[in-house]
Every structure is written in C-alpha cells, then in structure tokens.
C-alpha cells in the first residue's frame, strides 16, 4: 500500500510563493491521478489541483487557476504543488490523495482512499 508524506507548508505573506511536496513510500506513485486538497477551518475539504500520472496532464479548481502549478517527479517518487501569489483565503491544511480505483480525476476527495497527514498553509502578513 502506497503511503503518503507531505512538507513544504509553513507562513508566507500575501503574494508568497511555497512548493509543498507529496512523497510516496511503500510503492509507485503512479496510480491514474494524484490529486491535491486543502481543508480551511470550518470548511469542507476542497479539491485544488489533480495530475494524471498517465500524460502529467493537470486540472485546476477556478480558484486557484493561474497560481497553482502540479508536477511530479518519478524517480523521486514526489507530486509537488507549486503554489504562488498566495492569498489568506488560501489559508488551510494542504493534503496529497491518490486511489487505485479512479480512472479520472475526481475533485470529490471521498472517491480517494490514500491520503498524506497534510501541511499547514497560513498566508498573513
């Protein structure tokens, strides 16, 4: 089983940029999608940005389209997001999520089984 580790969060001022990496251990990290959550208090879990492993094509939430870049890096068994001009309503606990079963990629994070611990954004001045 595929087990996930994220990093790279912290506090960064509005406008900041930070790379927040997803590391796999256990197993390839090359399940059909690899995607990218964030959870701000009180609120649901939300979709962000999704990979498919298959062509490294990416998908963005409206939200943060233009700021938030996906890669991954296979021989470093790593997704990263690459986020920038960051804004406080970006504020949240950022997770990774991949699932064997999903032949597409879901902004549902409950059709997802594999999940990092997360890491902590917080966008202040």
């Known amino acids: 089983q595929v087990q996930l580790v994220e990093s790279g969060g912290g506090l960064v001022q509005p406008g900041g940029s930070l790379r927040l990496s997803c590391a796999a251990s256990?197993?390839?990290?090359?399940?059909?999608?690899i995607g990218w959550f964030r959870q701000a208090p009180g609120k649901e879990r939300e979709g962000v940005s999704f990979?498919?492993?298959?062509?490294?094509?990416?998908y963005y939430a409206d939200s943060v389209k233009g700021r938030f870049t996906a890669s991954r890096d296979n021989a470093k068994n790593t997704a990263y997001l690459q986020i920038s001009n960051l804004k406080p309503e970006d504020t949240a606990v950022y997770y990774c999520?991949?699932?064997?079963?999903?032949?597409?990629?879901?902004?549902?994070?409950?059709?997802?089984?594999?999940w990092g611990q997360g890491t902590q954004v917080t966008v202040s001045s």
């Open positions: 256990g197993g390839a990290l090359d399940y059909y999608v």
């Open positions: 990979i498919v492993t298959s062509d490294d094509s990416t």
């Open positions: 999520a991949t699932d064997p079963r999903l032949r597409y990629a879901s902004f549902d994070p409950y059709e997802y089984a594999i």
